[in-house]
Structures are given as structure tokens and as C-alpha cells.
């Protein structure tokens, strides 16, 4: 009579258990990438609502240091846009009212100048004929190093700056993915170019609310 062999219940329990922490391992591994990438996404998202939010308080604070007649107006229109900020923040799952100002970033590789050495300047023009800077010329890059951000405006496409005044036609472009805006700058801004909600969409990646990488060029 052949015999077969059995296998004891306490081994086929040790086997189940083996292959359900094998299991759940991979499981956890796939979870935890998951989440390390989702947590990656959130970070980007709300650095740009903080880096606008910080843009849209220094631009009210600017207002409110040097007003004029139509100060009031933009600190209300501004103060709005704020409003929305912060319920972009806490719809994100950010932390609502964080702020950061980071209209100028330094590249990789370059050190900021030191405080303790003063900045070397050419000689002044000789009196009587003070030197103006120079104005960019037409299609010229400008305010190399800028990030782009959106101020939350409605309306037409269009931009704001803290260098160029109202009429200055400025191209931006996202070098992440090659898009690019051209607009006409309407307003004061606490960063070179600040660009309105509808300009914003033209060149801006799904999910996120900031520019690391922008080419800013005036074209008139």
C-alpha cells in the first residue's frame, strides 16, 4: 500500500503565515512610495500657495508703506485674493496662512554675496551727469533666476512687476514644459513678473502652483 505524506496543520499554518508577510510586505513597500511621492506633490503645491500668499502680503505692505490714490483699491482687490489663497491652502491640506516670499532664488552653484563684503561698483559718471540704468532691450532676458507664481486675479491674461512699469509686454516661459505666455504687465507686484490666474494656466503644470524653473523675457 503506497503511503502519501501528509503535511502536520501546524506547518500548513506556518506556511499561510510566511506567505501573508510576504505578502504584506510588499504591500507596505508599494504603500510607503506611494505616499513618499503624494507627500512629495503636497510639498510642491504648498510652497507655491505659500510663495503667492508671501507675494500678495509684501505687495499690500508695500501699498500700505507708499500709498497712493488707487492704493486703497489694490489693497482691498489684493486682500481678496488672499482670502482665496488661504482656502486653496487648507482645501490642499496645507498650512493655512504660511507664507514665503521667493520671487528670487538663487541658483545652484552661485553663493550669495557676503554681508561682510561690500558689493564693488564702477566708478560714478562725473558730477552733473548721473547714470541711468539701462533699459533691457526688446526681447532680452530679464530677472534671471526669478520664479513665477500666480497672484490669484481674475480677468484677461496678464502680469504684474515690482521692475517694469504698465504696458511692458513680457514672454514667460516654463522650462519644465516648454510653454509660454505673452503678456502685457497691468500692475505693481512684489516680484519681476507675477502673472494673473488666466496667464498662469497657459504655462503651468497640472497640480502646481509655482515656476521653479522660468525664462522671463521683455519683447516691448
Do not use: H, W, Y
Not at 512610495?33 to 503667492?52: E, F, H, I, K
Not at 516648454?178 to 513678473?193: E, I, L, R
Amino acid at each position: 500500500m503506497s503511503r502519501r505524506r501528509t503535511v502536520s496543520t501546524k506547518k500548513k499554518l506556518a506556511l499561510l503565515i510566511g506567505a501573508g508577510v510576504v505578502a504584506g510586505g510588499g504591500a507596505f513597500a508599494m504603500a510607503a512610495t506611494s505616499n513618499a511621492a503624494q507627500t512629495a506633490a503636497d510639498s510642491t503645491v504648498c510652497q507655491g500657495l505659500a510663495t503667492a500668499l508671501g507675494n500678495n502680503q509684501k505687495f499690500i505692505a508695500d501699498q500700505r508703506a507708499t500709498p497712493d490714490a488707487q492704493s486703497a483699491a489694490r489693497i482691498a482687490n489684493r486682500d481678496a485674493v488672499v482670502a482665496q489663497i488661504k482656502v486653496q491652502q487648507e482645501a490642499s491640506g496645507c498650512v493655512v496662512g504660511e507664507s514665503a516670499q521667493d520671487s528670487q532664488v538663487t541658483q545652484p552653484g552661485t553663493q550669495p554675496a557676503s554681508p561682510e563684503s561690500p558689493v564693488q561698483t564702477t566708478s560714478p559718471a562725473s558730477p552733473g551727469t548721473p547714470a541711468d540704468p539701462a533699459e533691457p532691450a526688446d526681447g532680452q532676458q530679464v530677472c534671471d533666476g526669478s520664479t513665477v507664481t500666480l497672484s490669484g486675479e481674475g480677468g484677461a491674461p496678464a502680469a504684474s512687476s515690482n521692475q517694469f512699469p504698465a504696458g511692458t509686454t513680457l514672454r514667460v516661459t516654463n522650462l519644465d514644459n516648454d510653454k509660454s505666455t505673452t503678456v502685457q504687465v497691468t500692475s505693481v507686484s512684489g516680484s519681476c513678473a507675477l502673472l494673473n490666474n488666466a496667464a498662469f494656466e497657459q504655462v503651468r503644470e497640472p497640480g502646481k502652483f509655482l515656476i521653479r524653473r522660468a525664462l522671463i523675457e521683455k519683447v516691448g
